[in-house]
C-alpha cells in the first residue's frame, strides 16, 4: 500500500519560528497517517507562493493540501509598494526585498500612507482566486484559519475579514473544508510561541483538529 502524500502550503506557522525546535502539525499529522510530508511553509509568503508552490508539486497528486494563508495577504501597507516573491528566491529579489522594506519605512515616517492610501498585500479578491485555483485542481484541501495577533489587535478585523473567505470557498467547494482556530486561539494565549507564532501546545491542538476534519 502507498503512503499517503499531504503537501502543506503557507507562512511562518506551517514551517515553524526559528526559535521553535518542536514538531509543526504537519510532522503531527504525517506521523499520524503515516503519511509523506511535504511542508512548503515559507516565512512572509502569500498566497501568490502558494499557488507557484502548488504547480511545482501538483503533478505528485497529493491526497491532502493543507493551506494556512493569511497573515501576510491581509497585512495593509503603503498603496504604491511593489510585492517582491519569497518563492523561488535569489539574491536579486533578497536585495530588492531590502530595497522595498527601506521604501515603506520612509513613506510611514512621511504618513504618505494616511495621505495615499493603503492597500492589502494581497487583495481579498485575489487572494480568493488564489486558493481557488489549487481547490479546482487537488483532491482534497483543507484550509487553516489565521489566528489573532496578539499584539497588532487592529490587524484582527483584517483576519477575520480573510477568514470569511475561506468559509466562502468551503461551501463552494466540495472537496474543500475549514479548520477553525481563530476564536479557540483568541481564547487561549498559552497556545502561542510570541505574539505571532505558535508553541508545542498550539501545534498540537491544530493537528488534533485537522485529524477531526480528515
Same mark, same amino acid.
Given at each position: 500500500?502507498?503512503?499517503? =502524500? /499531504?503537501?502543506?502550503?503557507?507562512?511562518?506557522?506551517?514551517r515553524g519560528a526559528n526559535s521553535?525546535?518542536?514538531?509543526?502539525?504537519?510532522?503531527?499529522?504525517?506521523?499520524?497517517?503515516?503519511?509523506?510530508?511535504?511542508?512548503?511553509?515559507?516565512?512572509?509568503?502569500?498566497?501568490?507562493?502558494?499557488?507557484?508552490?502548488?504547480?511545482?508539486?501538483?503533478?505528485?497528486? !497529493?491526497?491532502?493540501?493543507?493551506?494556512?494563508?493569511?497573515? /501576510?495577504?491581509?497585512?495593509?501597507?503603503?498603496?504604491?509598494?511593489?510585492? =517582491?516573491?519569497?518563492? !523561488?528566491?535569489?539574491?536579486? %529579489?533578497?536585495?530588492?526585498?531590502?530595497?522595498?522594506?527601506?521604501?515603506?519605512?520612509?513613506? %510611514?515616517?512621511?504618513?504618505?500612507?494616511?495621505?495615499?492610501?493603503?492597500?492589502? /498585500? =494581497? !487583495?481579498?479578491?485575489?487572494?480568493?482566486?488564489?486558493?481557488?485555483?489549487?481547490?479546482?485542481?487537488?483532491?482534497?484541501?483543507?484550509?487553516?484559519?489565521? !489566528?489573532?495577533?496578539?499584539?497588532? $489587535?487592529?490587524?484582527?478585523?483584517d483576519i477575520q475579514l480573510y477568514?470569511?473567505? $475561506?468559509?466562502?470557498?468551503?461551501?463552494?467547494?466540495?472537496?474543500?473544508?475549514?479548520?477553525?482556530?481563530?476564536?479557540?486561539?483568541?481564547?487561549?494565549?498559552?497556545?502561542?510561541?510570541?505574539?505571532?507564532?505558535?508553541?508545542?501546545?498550539?501545534?498540537?491542538?491544530?493537528?488534533?483538529?485537522?485529524?477531526?476534519?480528515?
Amino acid at each position: 500500500m502507498e503512503k499517503k =502524500v /499531504v503537501l502543506a502550503l503557507g507562512d511562518c506557522n506551517m514551517r515553524g519560528a526559528n526559535s521553535f525546535k518542536g514538531q509543526t502539525y504537519i510532522d503531527l499529522i504525517a506521523q499520524e497517517l503515516q503519511a509523506e510530508a511535504i511542508n512548503c511553509g515559507i516565512t512572509m509568503s502569500t498566497t501568490r507562493e502558494g499557488l507557484i508552490l502548488f504547480n511545482k508539486y501538483k503533478s505528485i497528486k !497529493p491526497d491532502f493540501v493543507i493551506i494556512a494563508y493569511g497573515l /501576510v495577504d491581509s497585512w495593509k501597507t503603503f498603496k504604491y509598494a511593489p510585492y =517582491v516573491l519569497y518563492y !523561488p528566491d535569489n539574491i536579486l %529579489r533578497k536585495i530588492a526585498r531590502k530595497f522595498v522594506k527601506k521604501y515603506k519605512k520612509i513613506a %510611514r515616517k512621511l504618513g504618505l500612507n494616511e495621505i495615499l492610501g493603503q492597500k492589502y /498585500v =494581497v !487583495p481579498p479578491k485575489e487572494y480568493k482566486k488564489n486558493l481557488q485555483k489549487i481547490i479546482e485542481q487537488a483532491k482534497e484541501v483543507i484550509l487553516i484559519e489565521t !489566528p489573532p495577533h496578539l499584539s497588532q $489587535l487592529f490587524r484582527n478585523r483584517d483576519i477575520q475579514l480573510y477568514n470569511t473567505i $475561506l468559509d466562502e470557498l468551503s461551501q463552494e467547494n466540495d472537496n474543500c473544508k475549514v479548520v477553525k482556530i481563530y476564536d479557540d486561539f483568541e481564547k487561549n494565549k498559552a497556545f502561542y510561541l510570541d505574539n505571532t507564532h505558535f508553541n508545542q501546545d498550539g501545534y498540537n491542538y491544530i493537528a488534533k483538529k485537522i485529524l477531526e476534519v480528515l
